[in-house]
């Protein structure tokens, strides 16, 4: 089950909606965390029992660290974490192994094994780095073990969250998991982040998407530099709007349930370096990085040698969580290289033209990763890289002519771009701004007004156009949901 779907908005979300409402404050844990788990279970099946497990071991592991001290308490974290890591290198990462083994040294060790031969469950690396982030923040002393089972089931397995982010830490909302509030204004606000990040992924991801898709299945023998630039640009807006329109719709979600769940996205295309970035994009997967593995590491406190070969594995691993394939961990040492070369050679305030460059860089380098990620393999990437390259300038374009003579898709690409960088954030300001300068009363009722006027308009008319896109279109894929 996804968000865009008719099943999802019109079915299940209305039914837990109410059920919540109706449980009040004892019973509405138990309401959330049934209706999670039947929103794991309509997509997954089975492997609902691997969330389940995963909750079980999870709670008692932390109630036995929160327990010891010493080496007692080290070896139940040691066992925590193998635990959570087991089932993930099981389903994500034993065939990709496997499969490279077997490549190298010319074996085979189980003919007919692929790396995707395993089905993935969703979201299984997001559960399992919030259930080791619990862990490890239990064995720090930064939180005590969550006493009751409902609620550090619920923490896991909370639908809004489950299948692709963000990644939630357990002392972000543990109060929040005993005693949470939902007024008219929160609830409003709540549906209203999910209806712009609905808008976000069935009015931008998903048209971009279709014709991302149809360029990069093209032969390379007919692709021309133009379309593949276009056609990188497209997936570049793709993913973005795809995952950040996620992120809005879980935030959202949490909301409309008295949860605050943190920012995972920042209008990262305007970032002017790679380590700003990186504190733009998929925040929740950056942070839990820094703070769970390269600090860890090591940080910055060993040298800098030790700094920049901590950055460097910290990010071959991030390419790797991404997925099982050599796309994946080149993606991750790609930024990996540009974060070292950034911190040995670290920028200067960027003023007027540097500035300039320095977004020129980033989004070059950005679009080339997306590029590697999006491939199916090394070899694509490089004959795309290739032609992107100028290696396809006396290719006709015959895709180029076509889309850019398509009114929609202009438009599409036009919104895509623009609403990348912040300017509806500044509109927004503004009028509520104006409501500020407001003095008289009348200029103020006025002003609040306009400003109520705005958000209902265009929450009205996002929602309007989600749902047609919805109901005209099949094609509604969450990218994350392969990660």
């Known amino acids: 089950m ?40 309509w997509g997954e099946g089975i492997f609902c029992l691997l969330l389940i497990g995963s909750i079980v071991v999870n709670y008692i592991l932390a109630r036995l660290i929160d327990q010891h001290s010493g080496s007692r308490q080290k070896m ?64 720090r002393r930064i939180v005590p073990a969550e006493k009751r089972i409902i609620n550090c089931g619920l923490y896991i397995s909370m639908f809004p969250q489950l299948i692709a982010g963000p990644i939630v830490r357990y002392h972000d909302i543990a109060k929040q998991l005993v005693q949470r509030t939902v007024s008219r204004a929160s609830f409003a606000e709540g549906a209203e982040r999910f209806i712009y990040g609905l808008g976000k992924k069935v009015l931008l991801a998903d048209p971009l998407g279709i014709q991302a898709d149809r360029i990069f299945l093209l032969p390379v023998a007919e692709l021309s530099t133009p379309a593949a630039w ?61 703070d769970y593995l390269y600090f860890p590491l090591g940080g910055s406190r060993k040298g800098t040698s030790r700094t920049l070969v901590n950055l460097f594995v910290v990010f071959l691993l991030c390419g790797l969580w991404h997925g099982a394939s050599w796309t994946f961990v080149i993606w991750g040492m790609w930024h990996g290289m540009f974060l070292v070369v950034e911190r040995l050679f670290p920028q200067r305030e960027p003023t007027g033209v540097s500035q300039v460059f320095g977004w020129l860089y980033t989004t070059l380098v950005v679009i080339t990763g997306w590029v590697v990620f999006r491939s199916t393999s090394l070899s694509a990437a490089l004959d795309f890289l290739m032609v992107m390259a100028g290696s396809g300038f006396n290719v006709p374009a015959l895709i180029v002519p076509e889309l850019m003579g398509d009114g929609q898709f202009k438009t599409t690409l036009f919104a895509g771009l623009i609403l990348a960088t912040p300017v509806y954030t500044m509109i927004k300001l503004r009028v509520a701004r104006s ?22 308009v265009l929450f009205c008319c996002v929602a309007y156009f989600s749902v047609l896109a919805i109901a005209a279109r099949a094609y509604h894929p969450f990218l994350y949901f392969q990660f």
């Open 2 to 41: 996804i968000f865009s779907s008719v099943t999802f908005l019109f079915l299940f979300l209305p039914i837990v909606l109410l059920l919540a409402v109706v449980a009040g404050k004892k019973f509405r844990n138990h309401v959330l965390l049934a209706g999670s788990l039947l929103f794991y279970v």
């Open 76 to 139: 139940f974290l040691v066992l925590g974490v193998i635990a959570n890591l087991s089932p993930l290198f099981v389903l994500k990462y034993a065939g990709f192994f496997l499969d490279t083994f077997q490549t190298v040294f010319g074996v085979s060790v189980f003919k007919g094994q692929a790396a995707g031969s395993i089905h993935l469950p969703a979201g299984i690396s997001f559960f399992t780095f919030q259930a080791i982030s619990y862990l490890v923040d239990v064995y």
């Open 230 to 290: 276009l056609g990188a640009i497209c997936f570049s807006l793709q993913i973005y709007y795809d995952f950040s329109g996620y992120s809005d719709m879980a935030i959202g979600l949490g909301r409309m349930f008295g949860f605050r769940f943190p920012e995972n996205f920042n209008y990262p295309y305007v970032s002017r370096s790679m380590r700003e970035f990186w504190r733009r994009w998929h925040i929740s997967l950056s942070t839990w990085l820094r």
């Open 435 to 456: 409501e500020l300068e407001a003095k008289p009363p009348v200029r103020e009722a006025a002003a609040t007004f306009v400003q109520g006027s705005f958000r209902l």
